[in-house]
């Protein structure tokens, strides 16, 4: 089951949430609101590969949370 990183939109709360049976999260844990988006899961693999170093996916999430175009062609 795959693991997606979300945000939520309204107080920019990123967390990951594992996906079962392709339902996405109905609110944010933090503000409990349902202003989330699923963010690319890419950034993680691309903070990897570019840093010839071990990084762990979570830890790398803060540095995509710019990522509000739903790109993530920026942020590394
Ligand atoms: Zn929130």
């Not at 594992?18 to 993680?44: E, Q, T, W």
């Not at 995509?64 to 590394?76: E, L, N, P």
Request: aromatic share 6%.
């Amino acid at each position: 089951m795959p693991i997606y990183e979300y945000q939520c939109e309204d107080c920019k709360k990123v967390f990951e949430y594992l996906v079962m049976g392709g339902k996405d999260p109905d609110a944010c844990p933090k503000c409990k609101k349902n202003n989330i988006k699923r963010m690319m899961s890419a950034c993680g693999f691309v903070t990897k590969g570019e840093g010839g170093q071990t990084v762990k996916a979570s830890a790398s999430s803060s540095s995509c949370t710019g990522c509000t175009a739903g790109s993530c062609a920026s942020c590394h």
